[in-house]
C-alpha cells in the first residue's frame, strides 16, 4: 500500500459515511491493512525527495512528546477535510510531561494505529459538555498498546499516554474539529487548562485593549 492509495481508500470511507459522521469502524480496518503493509509504507515516506519533504513540512510541527508530520489534508464530499499524520514519539529521555502525557481530550475525533513500538493509554470518565471540567479526572482503565493495536478517540473522551516506547511511530486519521478548543489537566495544581485553536485564538488576540492609535 503506497501513500496515493492509502489517502484514495480515506477518501472513500468518509465519502461514504452519512452526515458528518466520523467511521471509526472503518477506517480502523483499513489502518490495520496498512499496518500489515507498514515496511513498504514506510520506506515510500523515507524516500521522499526535496519537493515532496519540503510540501510535508510546512505542515508539521513539533510537540513537547511527538513530531506531527501532515502526511496529507484531504478534502472529502461535503465540504469535510481529513487529515492524516505520521506521529514520530521522542525517545523517553527527551520526553517532556505536557499535553500527551496528562489527562487531556482533542477537538476531533480520529482513529489511529501503532507502527512501531507502543505504549500504555489510560483512559478516564468522559466529558459530560465542551465546557471546561470542574475537578479531577476519574480513571476507567489503561491498555498497553503494541505494534499492530488502534485508539479510536471521540472529542469528549479523555485520555493519556504513559511508558512511551523508544522509536514508537503511529499512523493517524483525523476528522473534523466538533468543538475549537480542548482540555488538559494539570496534575500539579489540580486545575483544568484549555487549548485554543488558532481561530479561537485570534479572536482573543483581536480583543486585547492595546489603547488607540497616534
Given at each position: 500500500?503506497?501513500?496515493?492509495?492509502?489517502?484514495?481508500?480515506?477518501?472513500?470511507?468518509?465519502?461514504?459515511?452519512?452526515?458528518?459522521?466520523?467511521?471509526?469502524?472503518?477506517?480502523?480496518k483499513?489502518?490495520?491493512?496498512?499496518?500489515?503493509?507498514?515496511?513498504?509504507?514506510?520506506?515510500?515516506?523515507?524516500?521522499?525527495?526535496?519537493?515532496?519533504?519540503?510540501?510535508?513540512?510546512?505542515?508539521?510541527?513539533?510537540?513537547?512528546?511527538?513530531?506531527?508530520?501532515?502526511?496529507?489534508?484531504?478534502?472529502?464530499?461535503?465540504?469535510?477535510?481529513v487529515?492524516?499524520?505520521?506521529?514520530?514519539?521522542?525517545?523517553?529521555?527527551?520526553?517532556?510531561?505536557?499535553?500527551?502525557?496528562?489527562?487531556?481530550?482533542?477537538?476531533?475525533?480520529?482513529?489511529?494505529?501503532?507502527?512501531?513500538?507502543?505504549?500504555?493509554?489510560?483512559?478516564?470518565?468522559?466529558?459530560?459538555?465542551?465546557?471546561?471540567p470542574?475537578?479531577?479526572?476519574?480513571?476507567?482503565?489503561?491498555?498497553?498498546?503494541?505494534?499492530?493495536?488502534?485508539?479510536?478517540?471521540?472529542?469528549?473522551?479523555?485520555?493519556?499516554?504513559?511508558?512511551?516506547?523508544?522509536?514508537?511511530?503511529?499512523?493517524?486519521?483525523?476528522?473534523?474539529?466538533?468543538?475549537?478548543?480542548?482540555?488538559?489537566?494539570?496534575?500539579?495544581?489540580?486545575?483544568?487548562?484549555?487549548?485554543?485553536?488558532?481561530?479561537?485564538?485570534?479572536?482573543?488576540?483581536?480583543?486585547?485593549?492595546?489603547?488607540?492609535?497616534?
Amino acid at each position: 500500500m503506497d501513500e496515493d492509495r492509502l489517502y484514495s481508500s480515506i477518501k472513500d470511507i468518509v465519502a461514504g459515511s452519512p452526515g458528518d459522521g466520523f467511521p471509526a469502524p472503518s477506517l480502523e480496518k483499513l489502518l490495520h491493512e496498512a499496518f500489515s503493509r507498514r515496511v513498504a509504507l514506510l520506506q515510500h515516506i523515507f524516500a521522499w525527495g526535496a519537493d515532496r519533504y519540503g510540501e510535508v513540512e510546512r505542515r508539521s510541527h513539533e510537540t513537547p512528546t511527538h513530531f506531527k508530520w501532515n502526511l496529507a489534508d484531504l478534502l472529502v464530499a461535503e465540504g469535510r477535510r481529513v487529515r492524516v499524520w505520521l506521529h514520530q514519539y521522542r525517545p523517553p529521555e527527551d520526553l517532556r510531561v505536557r499535553y500527551a502525557q496528562v489527562p487531556h481530550n482533542h477537538r476531533y475525533p480520529f482513529v489511529s494505529v501503532i507502527l512501531n513500538g507502543g505504549y500504555r493509554n489510560d483512559s478516564y470518565r468522559s466529558l459530560r459538555s465542551p465546557e471546561r471540567p470542574a475537578g479531577p479526572p476519574e480513571l476507567l482503565n489503561s491498555r498497553t498498546l503494541r505494534a499492530g493495536d488502534s485508539l479510536a478517540m471521540h472529542p469528549t473522551e479523555v485520555h493519556r499516554l504513559a511508558e512511551i516506547q523508544r522509536e514508537t511511530l503511529t499512523l493517524l486519521v483525523q476528522g473534523s474539529p466538533a468543538t475549537d478548543h480542548s482540555f488538559s489537566y494539570r496534575e500539579s495544581t489540580g486545575d483544568w487548562l484549555t487549548h485554543r485553536d488558532l481561530r479561537a485564538q485570534y479572536r482573543t488576540l483581536r480583543h486585547i485593549d492595546i489603547g488607540t492609535a497616534r
